[in-house]
């Protein structure tokens, strides 16, 4: 299996910030990296696909980049509804895994 | 717009099987290019993809479930199920169906149904 994980595991940042989640591949997953963004209680929302590509009605704070074994999101400008928990999954090969999350609070 | 929704047995008894079917609307299963995937979320703990099926019945699982999982399609009602077999209190999660988009190089999970809940206890 590949194993995804996740930098940092939890993260406090203020409205305006920007902020960077890492997430690392135990190999090449050749950009077949996707985010997503889960509130307490609901499911998870994909927010980046191909590693890079924003989904469609993502704001475009939003962004996604990397290669190879490492990728990044980062957002640009926090604003109150984007804290949240950010999942990284790679859909390279079956089995499909999640990184373990990262859960941004507010400072 | 395409809906999930997941439906199925929120108390189950260790050793028995569970059961959780996804219903589709808005959209037909039969549409190809996608897969219909199951992941859970045990609570406070991360995610966990458990499997797909294509429209045509294939599948794929997870190989630590591949003994005790089985999903399934119904073509007539739009739905795919789960059949999770043996469970322990470890199958205590919340269940999410989702449609995966597998076009070229991208593939990728976009519309989920909202989740339900399934405790194992006795």
């Known amino acids: 299996d590949i194993q995804m994980t996740q930098s940092p595991s939890s993260l406090s940042a203020s409205v305006g910030d920007r902020v960077t989640v890492t997430c690392r591949a135990s190999?090449?997953?050749?950009?077949?990296l996707n985010w997503y963004q889960q509130k307490p209680g609901m499911a998870p929302k994909l927010l980046i696909y191909a590693g890079s590509i924003l989904q469609s009605g993502v704001p475009p704070r939003f962004s996604g980049s990397g290669s190879g074994t490492d990728y990044t999101l980062t957002i640009s400008s926090l604003l109150p509804e984007d804290f949240a928990t950010y999942y990284c999954q790679q859909s390279y090969s079956s089995p499909y895994t999640f990184g373990q999350g990262t859960k941004l609070e507010i400072k | 717009q395409l809906q999930l929704q997941e439906s199925g047995s929120g108390l189950v008894k260790p050793s028995q099987t569970l059961l959780v079917t996804c219903t589709v609307s808005?959209?037909?299963?039969?549409?190809?290019?996608?897969?219909w995937n199951w992941i859970r979320q045990p609570p406070g703990k991360g995610l966990e993809w458990m499997g797909y099926?294509?429209?045509?019945?294939?599948?794929d699982y997870h190989p630590s479930l591949k003994s005790r999982l089985t999903i399934s399609v119904d073509r007539s009602r739009n739905q795919f199920s789960l059949t999770l077999s043996s469970v322990t209190a470890a199958d205590t999660a919340v269940y999410f169906c989702?449609?995966?988009?597998?076009?070229?190089?991208?593939?990728?999970?976009?519309?989920w149904g909202k989740g339900t809940t399934v405790t194992v206890s006795s």
């Open positions: 989702a449609r995966e988009v597998q076009l070229r190089s991208y593939y990728y999970m976009d519309v």
């Open positions: 099926i294509y429209h045509s019945g294939g599948t």
């Open positions: 808005g959209g037909s299963m039969s549409t190809g290019g996608y897969s």
């Open positions: 190999q090449s997953i050749d950009n077949y």
